[in-house]
């Protein structure tokens, strides 16, 4: 059995199962869309390569894409009853309210679906609609500008990039090289910031002493901006608060993410940033005026190691190590960025609240977490009631479409039973256990399965949501390595196959699958034959050593390989 149809199989035997797709342009720009399934398989929630389709005339509409997934699932024989969950990146073709994929699905295929915007998506766009808040824009794009021009400067010019290299070494920074901030890369904002704050006195110091007049242009405009006290502030600032986000955003690239904790953690990054960064605004008139420098002090914030708690080590006055910045002895500048860090802050807290709203469905789902509980039963008998009524609401009752009836998934009298007794168990035996594995120790225990029939239904439901699209954009990074420039002639069939071994890979004895691909190959194709029986075509003797018989390819079809 190929690779192929023993995931099929293990989609097929998995009570319910979820898809996220995604859609990308390859190098011979050709559509692609990549399909993956979460499982429940012993008891543990998996992600699973199912294909990598070809979009018929390159279109990427929602018509488009909603037919050849649906075609293809009816292809793999996989039961659509049980596809409960859909998860896309959040575009308009993928989540529209009338006429997306995921509203396509519903209305067509399955009403009991949940489809969820990717998590880490959410997190970059709570950062990207921070920088364009009205309060932000113009430093943003400023630091924006920053970021890039010295990335392009030094990364065009070995000569240039030698001698910050050699800088580097003397003044002890770290030897980095420049990095470019891309919109579309998660984590690309954070790189560059923090690149350029871990070098930025030898950058200040390379740019001061330039001396080609071909370049005093570009590094007039360059350094203008960067040598100002205010612009270094804000560059160790975003260090920080993109450092907390970049940290999220990982929690949520992982393969596994655990749908009754996201809440959770993102309220606890949202207390965090305004701990942090926000408090309460800096008076400068009331602020400390340090009489030896002739300067305002750097009030402290972020965290204990962070970037911005090192500055005021590394500023003296208006020197920043050895370097003589543009500074303000009123404060001016101070100001400016302390109300930049407020404003961006505070709209990254706003962004990820809006972003990450706690009333949906899929968030309901927390109550089946035993670390969500309070600690003690008072109050136990009425947590998580209204989360419950309104998953029994949505997997409680049968629904009918288009003259199909789909039975309930759940008993709601019995489950509203079940759940005061979990409760009641979990927070005295199960305090310290996570959902994953508290589901799977269930899962595999016949007794606690006869308890709480009801919300083991319900835990795999939760465990098949597709809250992280990440595993697809791997899968098309993976691809990008695969298809290049000089392959750029790879079909799409041989494409799927070389991307489905990189990313399942085998599981198995590699000697076995030797053995069944070695008479693949030589049954391919006619070609191939003389390879697998040379002794019948190569004549014997010395002048005929390489010598192949005229009927070679017209005998090989009939003969048995």
């Known amino acids: 059995m190929s690779s192929k149809k023993k995931i099929i199989c293990r989609v097929r035997n998995s009570p319910f199962y979820g898809i996220m797709i995604d859609e ?17 398989e012993e008891g543990v929630s998996l992600t699973v390569f199912l294909g990598l389709l070809e979009i018929e005339g390159g279109k990427k509409d929602a018509s488009i894409i909603f037919e050849c997934l649906v075609n293809h699932l009816k292809i793999w024989e996989l039961d659509l009853c049980k596809c409960v969950a859909f998860g896309s990146d959040g575009a308009s073709t993928m989540v529209g309210s009338h006429g997306g994929v995921a509203t396509k699905l519903k209305k067509n295929l399955n009403p009991f679906i949940l489809s969820c915007h990717c998590v880490a998506h959410r997190t970059n766009l709570a950062s990207l609609d921070a920088s364009k808040a009205s309060d932000c824009k113009v430093i943003s794009d400023d630091v924006d500008m920053i970021l890039n021009a010295i990335a392009s400067y030094f990364n065009s010019s070995s000569k240039r990039k030698h001698a910050l290299t050699t800088l580097q070494s003397v003044l002890f920074d770290a ?49 203008g901006k960067l040598k100002q006290f205010k612009y270094i502030y804000i ?22 993410v655990d749908v009754t904790t996201i809440g959770s953690i993102v309220r606890t990054e949202i207390a965090q940033i305004r701990m942090l960064f926000i408090v309460e605004q800096t008076d400068l008139n ?31 006055g208006k020197m920043y190590h050895g370097f003589e910045m543009d500074r303000s002895r009123l404060g001016d500048d101070l100001e400016e960025a302390l109300k930049f860090q407020h ?13 990450f709203v706690d009333n949906d469905l899929i968030s309901c789902f927390k109550i089946l977490n035993p670390t969500n509980m309070p600690s003690k039963q008072i109050g136990l008998q009425n947590w998580g009631v209204v989360e419950l009524e309104k998953l029994l609401a949505h997997y409680g009752h049968d629904r009918s479409q288009e003259g199909s009836k789909f039975p309930p998934f759940v008993d709601v009298m019995a489950c509203k039973r079940e759940f005061l007794a979990f409760k009641l168990q979990a927070t005295t035996e199960w305090g310290d256990k996570t959902c994953r594995d508290l589901w799977g120790m269930i899962t595999w225990n016949h007794s606690l399965q006869t308890r709480y029939p009801n919300l083991l239904v319900l835990a795999d439901l939760a465990r098949v949501q597709c809250v992280s699209t990440s595993t697809c954009e791997r899968a098309f990074s993976v691809q990008n390595l695969i298809k290049t420039r000089v392959r750029n002639r790879l079909g799409s069939k041989n494409l799927e196959a070389m991307l489905r071994i990189a990313l399942e890979g085998p599981n198995e004895n590699f000697d076995n699958i030797i053995e069944e691909a070695i008479p693949l190959w030589k049954s391919e194709t006619k070609y191939r034959f003389l390879y697998a029986n040379p002794s019948l075509y190569v004549s014997s003797g010395s002048d005929a050593s390489c010598s192949v018989s005229s009927t070679m390819f017209s005998n090989s079809e009939d003969t048995d390989v």
């Open 175 to 223: 030897k980095k090289t420049m990095k470019r901030y891309h919109k579309i890369r998660w984590l690309s904002r954070w790189q560059a910031v923090t690149t350029l704050c871990d070098s930025l006195e030898s950058v200040l110091c390379f740019f001061r002493d330039v001396k080609d007049k071909k370049d005093l242009g570009q590094v007039k405009v360059i350094f």
């Open 235 to 256: 560059l160790y600032f975003l260090a920080d608060i993109l450092h907390s986000l970049a940290l999220l955003s990982k929690i949520f690239q992982n393969k596994f």
């Open 24 to 40: 990308s342009t390859d190098i011979s720009v050709t559509g692609h869309l990549v399909v993956f399934a979460t499982i429940i």
């Open 286 to 316: 009331a602020s400390t005026f340090n009489e030896n420098t002739g300067y305002h002090v750097i009030p402290e914030y972020g965290p204990l190691g962070g970037h911005l708690r090192k500055l005021s080590s590394e500023i003296h």
């Open 343 to 355: 404003a961006f802050a505070e709209a990254v807290c706003v962004g990820l609240a809006a972003r």
